[in-house]
């Protein structure tokens, strides 16, 4: 599965301005409000179930990078955003470290396989060193997009 497959164009932040873990996941979601992808009157139960998800153990997997997710009745395929924090948002992760780098992924219910795919693609492509220091080095939705579709044609060493 690519990135190309689920990350919403409209929907990357290349400048997140939340600075705790709460911000960040209300802010992506409402990116992906603004572009459409999912409606606005399913925001607060999509952001509280990216919230519950976090109570079972922090997304944030370490090296400045967290991926919240959940699975939601109200959208009806995988659809994910991408934020860039320049100062770092305090996510509980694994490291003790602030993350700059987050992946919001949103999934039907019905769609395990789906969600469990998009989840392997992220953290493969997070573990390459290049590539998260250009996704920190973006000023652009464009840079980020164009990162996300250079990583889908394995332009990185992941």
């Known amino acids: 599965m690519d990135f190309a497959d689920f990350i919403i164009k409209?929907?990357?932040?290349?400048?997140?301005?939340a600075k705790q873990k709460e911000e960040a996941i209300r802010e992506m979601v409402h990116a992906l409000v603004d572009s459409?992808?999912?409606?606005?009157?399913?925001?607060?139960?999509?952001?509280?179930?990216?919230?519950?998800?976090?109570?079972?153990?922090?997304?944030?997997?370490?090296?400045?990078?967290?991926?919240?997710?959940?699975?939601?009745?109200?959208?009806?395929?995988?659809?994910g955003a991408v934020a860039v924090s320049e100062g770092g948002v305090e996510f509980s992760s694994?490291?003790?470290?602030?993350?700059?780098?987050?992946?919001?992924?949103?999934?039907?219910?019905?769609?395990?396989?789906?969600?469990?795919?998009?989840?392997?693609?992220?953290?493969?492509?997070l573990r390459d060193d290049q590539f998260c220091r250009l996704l920190r080095q973006s000023n652009t939705s464009d840079d980020v997009w164009q990162l996300l579709m250079d990583a889908d044609k394995d332009q990185f060493g992941s």
């Open 10 to 17: 409209k929907a990357i932040k290349p400048r997140l301005e």
């Open 36 to 79: 459409g992808e999912i409606g606005s009157d399913q925001y607060d139960g999509i952001v509280q179930k990216v919230l519950d998800r976090e109570q079972l153990g922090s997304t944030g997997i370490g090296r400045g990078v967290a991926v919240p997710h959940t699975k939601h009745p109200s959208v009806e395929r995988l659809c």
């Open 94 to 125: 694994l490291d003790g470290d602030p993350v700059n780098i987050l992946f919001l992924l949103v999934s039907p219910p019905d769609r395990p396989g789906d969600h469990l795919r998009a989840l392997e693609n992220v953290s493969r492509k």
